[in-house]
């Protein structure tokens, strides 16, 4: 039996590939682990099922056997410790690449997300110009670094792996707000990880679900 993993079966995103379900997509493309999808609504999520997968009401969610994990670092890694292709063979290398999953998660992620949700949440808020610079600010530092850092290579640490896939993901979520084009580095670098095959097919799969909800709204 392949593994299950959980989506939207409304996505917020309207299918341009933010959602979480993506990386996991993504990383099992990557390694030609073939995978079953239940879809769940937010009113789905919120129930006493759901909650035992996920005890944030959250997704994805990703099914093995007995083997039930959330959260898409911990997915991610499980998938690259068990499947060539995401993870390098060499000890150092290979601790290298999960520390660069984890400061995509923790380091980029979390000011680029507060930024995002500023944006969409807080533009009738008086305070929302000065709060609007503030995390700018915040988000454009951590670019500036990484950006030194990736140089003019093509990938975080040698060949691609698990820590360039979300490294892409959460740069990805930039799309909107235009910043990104100030960094032509990681511009090239985002567009290396969305011309990998793997990554249009779990692209394709997640828009194929928001075109078919699209199509039974009222």
Known sequence: ????ITAFANSPDRGRGHAR?????????EVGQPYDVRLVSFEAMKQPGHLAL?????IPTFEDGDLALFETG??????AEHHDGLLPAGTNARARAIAWM?????????PIVELGMAMLLERDKSWYDERLTVLNHRVRVRLGELSVRLGDADWLDG???????LMVTVLRRLNASHIL???????????????????????EAQLTVFTAASKHAP
């Open 159 to 165: 060949a691609f792996s698990a820590g360039d896939l």
């Open 181 to 203: 084009g100030d960094y032509p580095t990681l511009s090239s670098y985002v567009a290396r990880g969305e011309a990998r095959p793997a990554f249009r097919r779990a692209f």
């Open 21 to 29: 379900d993506m990386r996991v997509r993504w990383a099992l493309e």
């Open 74 to 79: 911990a997915i991610v890694l499980h998938i």
């Open 1 to 4: 039996m392949p593994p299950t």
């Open 54 to 58: 996920h005890p944030f009401g959250q």
């Open 102 to 110: 984890f400061a995509a998660l923790n380091t980029l992620e979390p």
